[in-house]
């Protein structure tokens, strides 16, 4: 199958996988919500990027590496759960929206980018669209083609939970009512571990 056949396929992948809810959308709806929009954009655009190189790098060899030590996988596995608990912490203890006091800093770029690296759902979209996606014949350029691909069709994509969070800022103006929905992303947050840790 040629990897002009694929694009649709692999575009209307990237966007069931990138709309639906996971680690990445929760934390901009709530990134959104704190911060709004423009202060958000790095964290999207480390998104985008961060599983654009991810993916090349896991085509390039980085999955070979698992297979031979396994315990690396493992280590990976620990690593992203705890560290998608402390963002769940992070989330639930952020401050109202003040119009006077901003609340915690938005992810930076570099911050949103090396999260793509623990965060369960990216590794399931990464391998898949190597494994299904990916032709076998001119391997690289069609990885590259699919990172592109699937940059081009996050972006927009999670942009919406961003603006999801902005558009609550005009009805949630009670500090117990954000507090409220921030602990309930939180608690989505927590929920989207089920599957790293009971595959």
Request: proline share 7%.
């Amino acid at each position: 199958m040629s990897s002009t056949s694929l694009l649709v396929p692999l575009a209307l992948f990237a966007f069931a996988s990138s709309i639906t809810p996971g680690p990445n959308n929760i934390m901009l709806a709530s990134s959104g919500l704190n911060h709004g929009f423009r202060r958000s954009v790095p964290h999207m655009l480390g998104i985008s990027v961060g599983f654009m190189l991810m993916l090349v790098v896991i085509g390039l060899g980085l999955g070979a590496l698992f297979r031979t030590w396994p315990a690396l996988h493992q280590i990976l596995k620990i690593a992203s759960a705890l560290y998608l608990l402390y963002l769940a912490w992070r989330i639930a203890t952020a401050s109202p929206v003040n119009v006077d006091a901003r609340p915690r800093r938005p992810f930076s770029f570099w911050e949103a980018a090396f999260f793509q690296w623990i965060n369960p759902k990216a590794w399931t979209m990464a391998l898949g669209v190597i494994a299904v996606y990916v032709p076998q014949t001119d391997f690289l350029f069609n990885l590259l083609l699919g990172a592109l691909i699937c940059g081009l069709v996050n972006l927009p994509s999670i942009s919406v939970w961003t603006l999801f969070g902005v558009a609550l800022r005009r009805y949630l103006r009670q500090p117990a009512v954000v507090r409220a929905f921030n602990i309930g992303m939180a608690l989505l947050l927590v929920a989207s571990l089920v599957p790293l840790v009971w595959p």
